[in-house]
Nanobody
Framework: QVQPKESGGGLVQAGGSLTLSCVGEGRTIDEYTMAWFRQAPGKEREFVAAVKPSGDDTRYADSVKGRFTFSRDNAKNIVSLQMDSLRDEDTGVYYC????????????????????WGHGTQVTVAS
């Protein structure tokens, strides 16, 4: 089983950029759909972005389209989330998640379908 492990969170000014990374420990990620979710204080966990195992289909939440870029490097067993033009509402704990095999369009944005989760990394955007 793969164990996602996040890094790269921190404090950034609004309008700035931050890159999160997630390493798959224990197993190669090339068979896994990989995703990022986030949870703000007092709110439910929400979908941010996901990419299928092949890397040829990436999905983004409407709130981050055009600002965030999700990439994967199966050879290095790592996925990254480049976050630009950060806003206050991007503040939260960001979680990396994995599901073995591709997920359907109706499933890829739903946390319930991901069996493997990291512990999260805090992103704080200061205005």
């Amino acid at each position: 089983q793969v164990q996602p492990k996040e890094s790269g969170g921190g404090l950034v000014q609004a309008g700035g950029s931050l890159t999160l990374s997630c390493v798959g420990e224990g197993r190669t990620i090339d068979e896994y759909t990989m995703a990022w979710f986030r949870q703000a204080p007092g709110k439910e966990r929400e979908f941010v972005a996901a990419v299928k195992p092949s890397g040829d289909d990436t999905r983004y939440a409407d709130s981050v389209k055009g600002r965030f870029t999700f990439s994967r490097d199966n050879a290095k067993n790592i996925v990254s989330l480049q976050m630009d033009s950060l806003r206050d509402e991007d503040t939260g704990v960001y979680y990396c998640a994995a599901h073995r095999r591709p997920l359907a369009i109706g499933q890829i944005e739903q946390a319930q379908y991901y069996a493997h989760w990291g512990h999260g990394t805090q992103v704080t955007v200061a205005s």
